[in-house]
């Protein structure tokens, strides 16, 4: 990015800086000594960038180092957690939802804390035994994703969960084949939002995230 830094930005480790989300955050005091806000700006901190990576022109994300430091990986559940608990209130998923492959870091960890079921969504040929399927646009092409047909139950509430939405392409799929399935979709939410791609505008159910970057 190239934006110079402003009131609404963090300074980065690498001389850089990123916007502050736009998800709303609660001033409410939560569980332990942070807020929502506090996590978040420590989330951010903790993010790498990489640009022209994988190809020129593309400013490349790196969520791992959130998972190499306990603390922040700590800090990462616990945003989500709260993130959840502020846009969805008392509404409880029965199934979270990761897209492959981020979302099986994040989601498995989500549902236990929620006492929820946690299904993937696959690339083709990963699962076994009688599968929805479906075809989507992707920035440089086609994919496809599948889910195994029994794993959402008809009217079962759905979380789906990934790291980053950026032209939505593969959430509107996730969200197509939940809805195969019977299942209902309260919401997506995500790390991070591409938010000059505006993939959001691909799906119906809300779209919640954690953080947001690359706003321009």
Request: hydrophobic share 40%; glycine share 8%; with cysteine.
């Amino acid at each position: 990015m190239t934006d110079q830094p402003s009131a609404n930005t963090i300074p980065l480790q690498d001389g850089t800086s990123r916007q502050q989300s736009n998800a709303s955050a609660s001033a409410t005091q939560l569980t332990g000594s942070e807020t929502l806000v506090d996590l978040q700006k420590k989330l951010t901190a903790g993010l790498k960038q990489y640009p022209n990576f994988p190809q020129p022109g593309i400013l490349f994300e790196d969520i791992f180092p959130l998972f190499a430091d306990v603390h922040l990986h700590r800090a990462l559940i616990k945003a989500f957690l709260l993130t959840i608990k502020q846009q969805l209130g008392s509404e409880k998923p029965d199934i979270i939802v990761g897209l492959d492959a981020r979302g099986f870091l994040i989601g498995p960890q989500l549902a236990e804390a929620l006492d929820a079921g946690f299904v993937p969504v696959r690339k083709p040929g990963k699962l076994p035994g009688q599968l929805e399927t479906v075809e989507y646009q992707k920035e440089y092409g086609t994919d496809s994703f599948a889910i195994q047909k029994e794993s959402v139950k008809p009217g079962s509430r759905v979380l789906v969960v990934d790291d980053l939405i950026a032209t939505g392409g593969s959430a509107a799929a996730a969200e197509a084949l939940i809805t195969k399935c019977g299942g209902q979709v309260l919401g997506f939410l995500f790390l991070i939002e591409l938010t000059k791609l505006n993939g959001r505008s691909k799906l119906t159910a809300p779209v919640f995230t954690v953080l947001e970057s690359q706003a321009d």
